[in-house]
């Protein structure tokens, strides 16, 4: 049986270079293996202030590249993650069942919210969205960049915390990092990702 393989990107600006190696250059290998589920991640790009109308680019930006990436929408499914409602309805539930410890600790909060006077409560309750982006799909394999494979073992851990309470609902999805290239550093600012 093939894999069901789901990732995403979030249109918060121009793609890296860290993007085309985590994500673009892999996908006729993971359109060979399994079932893909692509989307385009627009509630997460909602945690950090973004304007509507340049969201919106970019989000066009990102189909775009997708496709020219070599994406097939005759092999795999693309779309844009507001556009399926049970996402945000699944965040809700999960966010029920981790614990402000385990999110206070997740390494990109605290980069991304250091030195900031004001911080959305969207980038703290990051982790839970991404869990339900993941788990709603029965996900086998979700290749991702170093940087994201914190979230992936939280979700992990949180769906096996689910199916201990409620039986086995969710699968229990494994992480895909890149043989080369899983942590791309900033070309300005080396000792930080590239974004």
Known sequence: ???RILTGIKPTGQLTLGNYIGV????????????????IADLHALTLPIDPQVLRQNTIDLASFYLAAGLDPERVTL?????VSEHAELNAIMQNYLYMGE???????????AGKEGVSSALLTYPPLMAADILLYNTDVVPVGEDQ??????????AERFNNKYNDIFKIP????????????????PTKKMS
């Open 79 to 83: 779309f844009l993650q507001s556009s």
């Open 1 to 3: 049986m093939a894999d």
């Open 103 to 113: 999110l206070s600790r997740m390494t990109q909060f605290k980069d991304k919210s």
């Open 24 to 39: 673009l250059k892999r996908l006729p290998q993971m359109i060979d293996r399994g079932e893909c589920i692509f989307f």
């Open 149 to 158: 494979r914190q979230h992936l073992e939280l979700t992990r851990d949180l």
């Open 174 to 189: 494994e992480i895909s990092l890149p043989k080369a290239g899983a942590r791309i550093m900033s070309l300005q600012e």
